[in-house]
């Protein structure tokens, strides 16, 4: 068994997807349900997920709540809320009496957006981080290298809370580069309270991959390299991060370029990276 940590779904009839913009992320301009998903995941052994926010809007997360309690793939929802209201507790006690409200999992901003590179360190926003611990809930960090040392810094300061870095905080594939990103990841995977997911690398490496029909597992293999010596396989957890990943590499692929790193793990070690991670962490 399987477990997906990452995925996301949207109807554009719903609301628009604004980052979706390029030539490049063109094939994203459509909607992707859990129903386009479901065989895809299905095929790759994947029997639970998580689905995960995707625009900064309040009515998402209710959404996802619904979609999850309506549909046995989705095992949990890492939702959005403002973590600077002054009621953001009360606010994510609302979100679990919702239907679907006990697949609340997790929290997740855009944090890669925001100007500010030490945003996490706002006395508003820890405040907010400090709710959704004492609410039993995780949070995810999406963020650019150049933010990783404020993720080390909000780790450090909230012990309760578990975070969970996605993308291996996007890492500069294209380019090759590892430094400064590898000595922030060694430094948050030095916390024991942090996590890592092992998705959206195939996104960030150089366009030129993009739609291939076999992928090669070098460009990707120091930057998996470098998040399994920091967290080690008990802190690593797999995700599609589909449909994002269509434009540079099918469900599929991404399965198989995972299985393909960890091929040198044990069997309870890989069995960490694709189920018990996520199961312990998100509570599925």
């Known amino acids: 068994m399987t477990v997906d940590a990452h995925h996301h779904v949207w109807d554009l009839s719903i609301r628009d997807q604004d980052w979706i913009t390029g030539p490049e992320l063109q094939p994203l301009r459509r909607n992707f349900t859990l129903d386009d998903l479901a065989p895809e995941a299905r095929a790759a052994g994947v029997d639970r997920t998580v689905l995960v926010q995707t625009v900064t809007v309040a009515e998402e997360t209710p959404e996802f709540l619904a979609l999850a309690a309506g549909h046995d793939l989705v095992a949990g929802v890492v939702g959005w809320t403002d973590l600077t209201r002054p009621d953001v507790a009360d606010e994510l006690a609302r979100l679990r009496d919702l239907p679907g409200g006990r697949h609340l999992k997790g929290i997740r901003h855009q944090v890669q957006g925001e100007p500010d590179p030490d945003w996490l360190s706002r006395a508003d926003v820890r405040r907010g981080l ?117 434009p540079a590499a099918t469900y599929s692929q991404v399965a198989h370029l995972t299985a393909g790193l960890a091929a040198d793990l044990n069997r309870d070690e890989r069995e960490q990276l694709f189920e018990g991670t996520a199961t312990r962490v998100y509570g599925l």
Request: with cysteine; net charge neutral; glycine share 10%.
């Open 130 to 246: 400090a709710a959704v611990a004492d609410a039993g809930l995780v949070y995810d960090l999406v963020v650019l290298p150049h933010q990783l040392s404020a993720c080390v810094r909000a780790a450090a300061a909230l012990p309760g809370l578990t975070f969970v870095l996605d993308h291996l905080g996007k890492p500069p594939i294209a380019s090759g580069e590892l430094e400064p990103w590898a000595s922030d990841i060694r430094a948050l995977g030095g916390l024991p309270n942090t996590v890592c997911k092992v998705s959206g690398m195939v996104t960030e490496t150089d366009r030129a991959l993009w739609g291939r029909t076999t992928w090669p597992l070098a460009p990707l293999r120091p930057y998996w390299d470098t998040v399994l010596r920091a967290f080690g396989p008990g802190r690593l957890m797999f995700g599609s991060d589909w449909p994002v990943c269509t």
